[in-house]
Structures are given as structure tokens and as C-alpha cells.
């Protein structure tokens, strides 16, 4: 770069661009900058040369604008931020800043040696030089704001030497470039002043028009001026501390001495008032000529009165606008930034260096005026900017008070032609020569409605005619006749005739029901409009009553119920909050969603709403549904009874499946009515008990009634000869309506051919030959009963061993006259859901004085299980025991205290039950129990497994027990449990 040449390069060394200085200028190039900004100027770079000249070009080469001369020689230069401005130094021992166009802006700082080097920290406004002495130094820059606010326009720098024109209700935006440094800015109706470091320029608009932005240059005063506050006016420049000065008068008054500091200042509108905020953030205003503190507001950081309302301004602070007309409290709202000016309804707010206008309502100063009654005041600050209503409510309250004048004005801002009319024939009564203000009053009530307040002020007044008059046209002959009296017998016979004759001249019931309801009778209205079917009118009325009014608002809901309107009907017994009416309104229109939507947020009406809810249900052949809601609405003797019609019907109409499930349900509700009611609990668990027997009883016999009827089943054998002989033990000594013996037999004889049970095939074909049996079994039955005489008479030895005990070990025959139970041991089978296998379960109850939540926390003790090996050597070995071990087929824990609790005297005639102690219970393993929890007031039941092996599934439910493997397969079949129905994914 000595020899004044510039060249760029890419990264692999090769030349790209070649920069020479014009007019073969070999000056040193000591530094040069690239512009980081990401506009059009990010490919211009800035070079400083020792021939004191600064020059700029684009990446291309080519020179922008002309070299800027320099009056010392530049030894490095840097851009500033974000490529807005130039840092750079040299041999005047300082470094300065620029802008981006090479215009010097001032000095960063001073040193005392040559600047050699410079920087700029990103994102910041941190410089750091270097100098010649091996100084190194670090400068922050801080931008000031310089602006200037003058009602609608608002002027502001940028970019260090240009002025920006805003005209904040347009939004339209003008640019004055200076190319020097804008120091003061300065705005007043046509006039713009821009102080620069040695002139100030003075603009003026073109025209008058209030939106025109074209600035044109008027004059330049080419002097230089030191000042902290530049203000223009039409014909001069102003420098001002806090005095009141005069143009046409070279000494300033002193207006106000304060104790502190002034950080902002502003006068009213007619310069009778002063507003400062001091350095304690404190609002003082100021009467200027009697200098007495008329009021303070704390919390402020700028104020401005408003230009067109004396007694109105606005201060900041704290994040809130406060606007204060007079001496009314402050009215805030929320708000960033400080205030600088107040125009008419329109704040001027700067947030960092944004210039907004906000728009406030007057209201709320409006209706502080109305409180006190100052009406004109308070259309002052109506112009300001209020909405429709507000003027609406401003013109009555000054009508009430009597200011014509003024609600003259506010009626024909929002152009009410017939308060105007009102307002018009007052004022020629008063150019008559009338001055009663109470008649005007009286007047004014009466169009306002008000018509006792008219009458009233009429007869204060003494016009007691023109209250007749105004009840006799509004057909109020009612109101009239009150207030005439009985003394008054001439004006009585008047008001009665009249009363005659409209009566029997009328006859337009829509026109009479109109005039009801202006008076204010309401239930005459409504009769009227509800006998000739008005639904429209009728629910108007209903939206215009008070909440309060019961009686005609539960008139109007009677009427639209009879014209089968129940929608709006609902609407109104909504807005009375009468929910019972409503409850009944959905209950007769059978709208039931509606009904237990609403009784589901109030339970109290349960009763009113489930209890025809079911008897809908029953009455449409839904019983199911019909149950449920007798059940929801607590009466479980209709619960009860729908229960029973319905296992009624599924029997009859061979339905035993869904028998077998009404059964169960209705087991349970007599559980639930056992437990809420303690005088039938006897006879309720009595029922219960008998219930869940049925449930169980017909729920299987489903299978011999599809065997027997429907040509395909999925049941095999093993499972259809188990449940015949379940059914068979179970049914020794009774009848049950829909099943048939014949049936059972039928199938069981069958099977037992299939499985080899011969024996008991021969004895079910010589009972079914006992029996009278059906047209269509009859050939099958004598054929079978020749076939199986060719078979031997005995039973598989497999069958018979799967009715072992697993109790005493005892086999059992496969049918029993002693019913489902081993007939040495008396211990009941637990049979398989399913397949109805005996399970390898027997049942143990507690000792006295164990609690099921005792026995619960001690089984769920874990104890080690003996090794089996060990337990079998250690028997073998021991030649004194003379007993036989059931261990090897049944339990797998040697000497456990559950086996020694299981023995039993065989043959014994009485059922022992298997009684465990404390002791007992610690030594059982929880996975080997299972518990059937039933709700209060019964008592859990107990079973342990003797076959650990064996996976048993018990539905948390019904407490019906499964294999496991079978119990899943139904599951997935079915998605819910195969005996009670409930779905799997549903939580017990």
C-alpha cells in the first residue's frame, strides 16, 4: 500500500481487484476499513492515506464521491457499529468521529501522541485506541436525542446530520439533509429551526394546509451559539432557562425559584399555570400569577399541558399516563415512555426514539366535571374527543340541570332531533316570558319517561292538568285516577269516560299490550300478547325484565312452554336462576341430554330428573338404561323391579346369557341396598346369595342352550361335559324357569360318549327315558341309548380323576346327589369360569379378631420357600412318620402350617372349614392367594392355591376365577370380562 495501491485478493492468493488512486497519486495508504453494514453499502471500503485524504470505493474499484481532505495525517480508521458512522485517528492526536459519507461529526478523546490504531467492539458503543506511547485508552459514546414537538408535528436526528419531519397524525415522514451536525432542533407552526456547530438554518413550510410537508430553506444566521434549549417562533430564535421573557424585550423576567433541580416544565394553554417536575420525580403546579402551589402528584417524569384545554394535563411515570383535569383525582392507564405534548384527545408519547400519538378517551375527566355539576366544563372536555354515549349522557345530565345552552350543543352532536324539539319549545316558552325552571323540569321528566317524577313537579307547580293530560294519553288511567283522588268527582267522571270509550273504540290488542307495557304492566302485557301466540314480543319482554321481576318473567316462560317454545322458554328460566322450573322445562320436552347435563352440576334435583328419565327409558323398551337412572336417582326398589322385568324377559325369550348378567346386576344392587340400609340387610344378602347362584346357574346353561339349538358352537367337548355336570350337582332339588333337564342330559350323554365316560352315558340315557322328551330329541335319544349298551360300563380314568379333592385327595364320582362338593370332606369346588375344571384352590377363612386388613399386611409378608428336593429326602428318610404325603402332587412346601390346617376326620358328616391363625397367614405367599375384597357388609373371602403352577385369573369384578390362558383369550374376543361385562380398559 505505499506505492497508493490497493489490492484485493482471494484466499488462494490471486489478485480479484485492483484500486488506484486517480491522477497517479502514490501516497501512502496507512489504513483502510470495509463497511460491516448489510445494505447496499457493505462492499464500499473507506481508505485513509498519508496525503491527509479520505476516500471511499466500491469493491469493484471504482471511487465513490470525491476524496474528503484532512487536516492531519490519518493513521487508522475503523467503522463505528454497524457501519453508520467512521472512527479515526492519526497525527492529530485524538480520534474523531465521522459519519459514513466522511463527515466530521466531533472528537471521541484527546491524547498526547499520534493515535496509530483504533477499534471498535461489535454490537457496542465501545472504542479503544492505541498510541504512539504505548497509551491505550477506551471511550463509551452516548447518542443524545435531539427533537422538537410542536402539536401534530414532530421533528428528530438521525443519523447524526439529518432531520426527520413526522406529522403524527398522518404518519407521513420528511428528510433534511445537513451533512453537518444537528446539535439543536427547533418546530413552530410553519417554522423549522436546525442548529448546526456554526449556523443555524431556518425552514418553512410551503403552505398553509395543515398536512403539507414540503420544507423549503427561508434564511441561514451563520453564527455560532452555545444554549441547552433552542426555540423558534414566528420572527425569532430563543434561548430560555425557567424565565418569562417578551420578545420585543432583551431582559428576561424570572417567573419561579425552586429549591431543586427542574428536569422538565410545561404552561397551560393560556400561560396562567406552570407545571414542573423536579429531580425528586415530583409534579408541582403553579398559579404564575399568585405563584401559590395549587396542587402535586408524585411519581413523574415528564408533563404537557393541554394545547386546547387550560385546566387539563398529563404526566408520565412509573410505566402509567396520568391525565388531571383541575383538582380531580388522576386517572391512569398504562403506559411506556415519557410525554412531551397533549393535543386535544391525542397524547404524544417518546418511547426510546420512537415518537407515537395515543388516543385518550375523555371520559373519565367528562364524568368527574357531571359529578359537580359543571356542565360547561365538561363539554370542554367533551370536544376533546368522547364517545357517542358519553355526549348522549352529558346532554341529559345538563338538561336535567337545566343548561339548555349546553345540552342544546351536546344533543346536536350526536343529532337527536327530538330532544332538540324538547329543548327548542323551552326555549320560546322562556322568550314569552315563562322562567319556571321546576315546569321545565317537569317537562323534561316526561319525555325522559319518568312520568311520577313529571307529575309530581306538576302538581308543585300547580299545573295539575298537564298531568292529567299525560297520563290520559299514555291510556295510564290507572296512575290517573291515583292521582286524581276521589275528591275530584268532574276530572273521575272525565278519566272514566275517556277509559269507556278507548276500551270500545280500541279493540287492537297488540296496540293495548304496547301501551300495558309502557305503563309498566307488565302481566297484562304479557297475557295479551301470550293469548294471541306473539312469541317474538313475549321474548323481548323476558330480555328486558329485571332478573328481579319472577312473576312476569315466569308468566312469559308458561306461555312460550304452551307454544312449544322451549328454547327461549330455557333462556329465561336461565336469567331467573330458577333451576328446578328449568329442570322440569327439559324433563316435559324430553330434551334429555339437556336434563343431565344440568342435574350433573346440580345432584340435589337428581331425583326430579333420573326418575322420569327411567320411566321414559322403560316405556321405550330401553330397561337396561331404565335401571341405571332408577338406580342414579336413589330408588332402588324401581332399580330393582326394572332388574327383574328384565331377567324376566331375557329367560323367556331364551336370552340366558343376558340372564345370567341381570342376575348378577341385580345381586349387586341388593348388596348396595343391604349396605345403605341396615334394616334390610338380612334380606338383602339373602337375596343376594340367591342371586349370584342364579347369575352362575343360567350363565352356563347359555352353552347347552346354543349346543343344543344353533348348529355351530365354538365349546369343546371338555367344556360342555364340565358344565353339564356343574349344572346337574347344582340342580338336585330345584326347578328353574328356561332350563331344561332334558337339555343337560342330552348333552352330557353325548360328550360322555365323546370322552368315554360310558358309564355315565348309559345313567343319563336311563334318566332321560324317565323324563318327557321332546318330538325332535326323541330318534337321537332311543338311538343313543341302543348305541351306548355296546360300550363298556366304565368311566375313563382320566375323568375320574379330575374330580379329585384337593383337600383330602379323595376322587369324587362325576355326579353327586350332596351337590358341588367332595363328598368325604364336604369342602366346596371352585370351579373355572371357563371350562368349569375344579381348580386347585381351597378356601380358608380367619380366626377371631384377625381384620381382612390385617390378614392382608401378613400375607403380603414374602417367606422363602424350602427346597423341594430337600423336603422329599428328609420325608423319605424319616422311617417313625406313618402318613401319607400329599406334598408331591399338591404342594410343593413340605410341612407348610396351611397343610396341617387342611386335615380333616374323613367321612365326617359336617363341613370343617379351614380356620388359620396369625401364624398361618405369615407363612403363606402372597402370589399363591387370592382374595375376593366384597364391599361391606360382607366379609372378604380367602383361597389359597395348592398348585402354584397353576395361572388363575380372578376378574376384579365379580370375582369370578379363570385360567389364565382362558381368561385372556375371552378378553380379547369380548374386550371385556365374559361373566359381569365389564370392559378391560375400565378401571374397578
Known amino acids: 500500500m505505499m506505492n497508493g495501491v490497493v489490492s484485493i485478493r482471494n484466499k488462494n492468493g490471486e489478485e480479484k481487484v485492483k484500486i488506484e488512486r486517480p491522477g497517479g497519486s502514490s501516497s501512502p495508504i496507512w489504513s483502510i476499513a470495509w463497511n460491516p453494514s448489510k445494505d447496499e453499502h457493505n462492499d464500499i471500503l473507506a481508505v485513509a492515506d498519508w496525503g491527509q485524504k479520505l476516500s471511499f470505493y466500491q469493491l469493484s474499484g471504482k471511487q465513490i464521491g470525491a476524496d474528503r481532505t484532512l487536516n492531519y495525517d490519518p493513521c487508522c480508521v475503523s467503522y463505528f457499529s454497524k457501519g453508520e458512522y467512521i472512527v479515526m485517528g492519526g497525527s492529530d492526536k485524538q480520534v474523531s468521529l465521522y459519519t459514513k459519507d466522511g463527515m466530521r461529526l466531533g472528537t471521541i478523546g484527546e491524547q498526547n501522541s499520534w493515535v496509530w490504531t483504533c477499534r471498535v467492539k461489535p454490537e457496542s458503543n465501545c472504542v479503544v485506541l492505541g498510541c504512539q506511547d504505548g497509551t491505550i485508552a477506551c471511550y463509551q459514546l452516548t447518542f443524545s436525542t435531539v427533537h422538537g414537538l410542536y402539536k401534530d408535528r414532530y421533528a428528530y436526528r438521525d443519523s447524526m446530520t439529518d432531520v426527520i419531519v413526522q406529522h403524527l397524525i398522518t404518519e407521513q415522514k420528511v428528510r433534511i439533509r445537513c451533512r453537518e451536525l444537528v446539535k439543536k432542533i427547533a418546530i413552530y407552526r410553519s417554522r423549522l429551526a436546525i442548529q448546526l456547530p456554526e449556523r443555524i438554518l431556518i425552514y418553512e413550510l410551503r403552505s398553509d394546509d395543515s398536512s403539507d410537508m414540503h420544507y423549503h430553506s427561508k434564511e441561514k444566521i451563520c453564527q455560532k451559539f452555545e444554549c441547552n434549549l433552542l426555540v423558534v ?107 412531551v405534548g397533549y393535543n386535544g384527545s391525542k397524547i404524544f408519547c417518546l418511547h426510546v426514539y420512537s415518537m407515537s400519538a395515543v388516543e385518550v378517551p375523555q371520559s373519565a375527566p367528562m364524568y368527574q366535571y357531571l359529578e359537580k355539576k359543571h356542565y360547561k366544563e365538561a363539554y370542554q372536555i367533551a370536544c376533546l374527543g368522547v364517545t357517542d354515549s358519553d355526549w348522549r349522557d352529558l346532554a341529559t345530565e345538563a338538561l336535567e340541570g337545566l343548561d339548555f345552552e349546553t345540552a342544546k350543543k351536546a344533543f346536536i352532536r350526536i343529532r337527536d332531533l327530538r330532544y332538540l324539539d324538547l329543548i327548542s319549545s323551552i326555549e320560546e316558552r322562556k ?64 278519566l272514566m269516560a275517556k277509559q269507556a270509550d278507548w276500551a270500545k273504540s280500541s279493540n287492537e290488542p297488540r296496540a293495548a299490550a304496547e301501551m300495558y307495557l309502557s305503563a309498566g304492566e307488565h302481566m297484562k302485557a304479557i297475557d295479551i300478547i301470550g293469548e294471541h301466540g306473539w312469541v317474538d314480543m313475549l321474548i323481548d319482554i323476558a330480555r328486558k325484565l329485571d332478573k328481579a321481576e319472577r312473576e312476569p318473567l315466569t308468566k312469559c316462560a308458561l306461555h312460550l312452554k304452551r307454544l312449544k317454545h322451549h328454547g327461549y322458554a330455557s333462556e329465561i328460566y336461565s336469567k331467573m336462576g330458577d333451576l328446578k322450573a328449568l329442570l322440569q322445562l327439559h324433563v316435559d320436552s324430553k330434551n334429555w341430554e339437556e336434563a343431565l347435563s344440568l342435574v350433573e352440576k346440580h345432584p340435589q334435583f337428581k331425583c326430579d330428573v333420573f326418575v322420569p328419565y327411567a320411566q321414559w327409558l322403560a316405556e321405550n323398551d330401553r330397561f337396561e338404561e331404565a335401571q341405571k337412572a332408577f338406580h342414579k336417582a336413589g330408588r332402588q326398589d324401581s332399580a330393582v323391579k326394572v332388574l327383574e322385568q328384565l331377567t324376566h324377559n331375557a329367560v323367556v325369550e331364551n336370552r340366558f346369557s343376558d340372564a345370567g348378567y341381570y342376575y348378577w346386576m341385580l345381586s349387586m344392587q341388593c348388596l348396595d341396598i343391604a ?97 318327557h322328551i321332546p318330538s325332535r330329541f326323541q330318534a337321537a335319544i332311543e338311538r343313543g341309548s341302543m348305541v351306548i349298551r355296546a360300550k363298556p360300563c366304565h368311566d375313563s380314568e382320566d375323568l375320574t380323576e379330575a374330580m379329585m379333592c384337593y383337600r383330602c385327595s379323595n376322587n369324587n364320582p362325576l355326579l353327586s346327589n350332596q351337590g358341588s362338593m367332595c363328598i368325604n370332606c364336604k369342602q366346596p369346588f371352585i370351579y373355572s369360569a371357563s371350562s368349569y ?59 407348610h402350617p396351611f397343610t396341617a390346617k387342611i386335615s380333616f376326620e ?83
Request: aromatic fraction near 10%.
Open 837 to 895: 375344571e375344579v381348580l386347585p384352590l381351597v378356601q380358608f377363612y380367619l380366626e377371631e379378631g384377625i381384620s381382612d386388613d390385617e390378614a392382608l399386611s401378613l400375607i403380603d409378608l414374602e417367606v422363602p420357600h424350602t427346597d423341594q428336593g430337600k423336603a422329599q429326602e428328609q420325608d423319605m428318610n424319616n422311617s417313625e412318620l406313618q402318613t401319607l404325603k400329599i406334598n408331591d402332587d399338591l404342594d410343593d412346601e413340605g410341612d
Open 431 to 494: 322568550k314569552r316570558g315563562e322562567n319556571d325552571n321546576e315546569l321545565f323540569l317537569a317537562d323534561v321528566y316526561a319525555f325522559q319517561g319518568k312520568f311520577h317524577e313529571a307529575a309530581k313537579l306538576y302538581k308543585r307547580t300547580g299545573h295539575e292538568s298537564r298531568a292529567l293530560s299525560m297520563y290520559t294519553d299514555l291510556r295510564m288511567f290507572e296512575y290517573a285516577k291515583e292521582f286524581v283522588g276521589t275528591t275530584d268527582v268532574k276530572s273521575s267522571r272525565m
Open 233 to 339: 417562533c414566528s420572527q425569532h430564535i430563543i434561548l430560555c432557562q425557567i424565565l418569562k421573557i417578551f420578545v420585543d424585550n432583551p431582559f428576561p423576567i424570572t417567573l419561579l425559584k425552586l429549591s431543586t433541580s427542574v428536569r422538565c416544565l410545561d404552561m397551560s394553554a393560556y400561560r396562567k399555570k406552570l407545571a414542573v417536575v423536579d429531580e425528586h420525580n415530583t409534579l408541582l403546579v403553579y398559579d404564575i400569577n399568585s405563584k401559590e402551589l395549587l396542587f402535586q402528584e408524585p411519581n413523574a417524569n415528564s408533563v404537557a399541558w393541554n394545547t386546547q384545554c387550560e385546566n387539563m394535563l398529563c404526566f408520565s411515570g412509573n410505566g402509567y399516563l396520568n391525565i388531571k383535569a383541575s383538582n380531580f383525582p388522576v386517572h391512569q392507564q398504562k403506559m411506556q415512555g415519557f410525554v
Open 675 to 771: 349396605r345403605d340400609y341396615e334394616e334390610q340387610r338380612d334380606e338383602m344378602l339373602t337375596k343376594f346369595k340367591r342371586f349370584q347362584h342364579l347369575a352362575e346357574l343360567y350363565h352356563v346353561y347359555h352353552s347347552i342352550q346354543r349346543y343344543t339349538d344353533e348348529p355351530f358352537i365354538s365349546d369343546i367337548p371338555e367344556t360342555l361335559f364340565n358344565i353339564c355336570r356343574f349344572l346337574l350337582n347344582n340342580l338336585t332339588k330345584e326347578i328353574l324357569q328356561g332350563i331344561s333337564k332334558v337339555k343337560i342330559l342330552y348333552t352330557l350323554a353325548q360328550q360322555s360318549q365323546k370322552l368315554g365316560a360310558y358309564r355315565l352315558a348309559r345313567s343319563c340315557y336311563e334318566k332321560l327315558l324317565e323324563l
Open 906 to 988: 374323613q367321612g365326617g358328616s359336617t363341613f370343617v372349614p379351614v380356620k388359620v391363625s396369625r401364624s398361618v397367614l405369615r407363612s403363606m405367599s402372597r402370589r399363591d392367594v387370592l382374595i375376593k375384597r366384597w364391599p361391606a357388609p360382607l366379609r372378604w373371602e380367602y383361597f389359597r392355591s395348592l398348585l402354584p403352577d397353576v395361572s388363575i385369573t380372578m376378574c376384579p369384578t365379580c370375582f369370578k376365577m379363570f385360567q389364565s390362558e382362558d381368561y385372556e383369550l375371552l378378553v380379547l374376543q369380548h374386550n371385556c370380562c365374559p361373566y359381569c361385562r365389564r370392559p378391560i380398559d375400565e378401571p374397578h
